[in-house]
T-cell receptor, first 112, second 117 residues
Framework: DAKTTQPPSMDCAEGRAANLPCNHSTISGNEYVYWYRQIHSQGPQYIIHGLKNNETNEMASLIITEDRKSSTLILPHATLRDTAVYYCIDNAGGTSYGKLTFGQGTILTVHP | ETGVTQSPTHLIKTRGQQVTLRCSSQSGHNTVSWYQQALGQGPQFIFQYYREEENGRGNFPPRFSGLQFPNYSSELNVNALELDDSALYLC????????????????FGAGSRLTVL
């Protein structure tokens, strides 16, 4: 079972920032947080990952709280193409590399 | 750089039959993982192949089996199909497992949708 919890759905207006929360209260010290998204009829797509520092790439920003029990994925200027299911996953690596446990994710709907 | 390709994209089988799904990994990746995604659910890990051997398995019965070939491509075989096997089967490739959090950066294919009647 997934160890992260996410809201089942969220809405966002096009052009605005989308902030997707994730709780990972049982995360251990060596577990990274990974975010993937799945657009309809496609396979999941990697977005970003982090350990304890905030991270930013061309797709999104990841803010991890100091206690590491929660994080927020930020899409700074959401577009209609960002409508997708977003998954937050924690994984310790080692023998678990590549063996990701997906939960139900958050369905993000971006409106015009 | 080519991505992950899967075939076939759609197929229909009947209960009791066998199916083989195929996957070509992304260039530069030597590890392949397979996932099953039922309608409305997140993907569930089936197993992973590295160096042509199974390198971990999720909670799936032995009638789910796989192969990895020297060119890193892979097959997923399911015997004695059941109605509950109807799902999207996703293949993902990645770098070698272990030592690098980047190994959890998986590149997924678009999947093979299996319907069992």
């Amino acid at each position: 079972d997934a160890k992260t919890t996410q809201p089942p759905s969220m809405d966002c207006a096009e052009g605005r920032a989308a902030n997707l929360p994730c709780n990972h209260s049982t995360i251990s010290g060596n577990e990274y947080v990974y975010w993937y998204r799945q657009i309809h009829s496609q396979g999941p797509q990697y977005i970003i990952h982090g350990l304890k520092n905030n991270e930013t790439n061309e797709m999104a920003s990841l803010i991890i709280t100091e206690d590491r029990k929660s994080s927020t994925l930020i899409l700074p200027h959401a577009t209609l193409r960002d409508t997708a299911v977003y998954y937050c996953i924690d994984n310790a690596g080692g023998t678990s590399y590549g063996k990701l446990t997906f939960g139900q994710g958050t369905i993000l709907t971006v409106h015009p | 750089e080519t991505g992950v390709t899967q075939s076939p994209t759609h197929l229909i089988k009947t209960r009791g039959q066998q199916v083989t799904l195929r996957c070509s990994s992304q260039s530069g990746h030597n590890t392949v993982s397979w996932y099953q995604q039922a309608l409305g659910q997140g993907p569930q890990f089936i197993f992973q192949y590295y160096r042509e051997e199974e390198n971990g398995r999720g909670n799936f019965p032995p009638r789910f089996s796989g192969l990895q070939f020297p060119n890193y491509s892979s097959e997923l075989n399911v015997n004695a199909l059941e109605l509950d096997d109807s799902a999207l089967y996703l293949c993902a490739s990645s770098l070698a497992p272990g030592g690098n959090p980047g190994a959890n950066v998986l590149t997924f294919g678009a999947g093979s949708r299996l319907t069992v009647l």
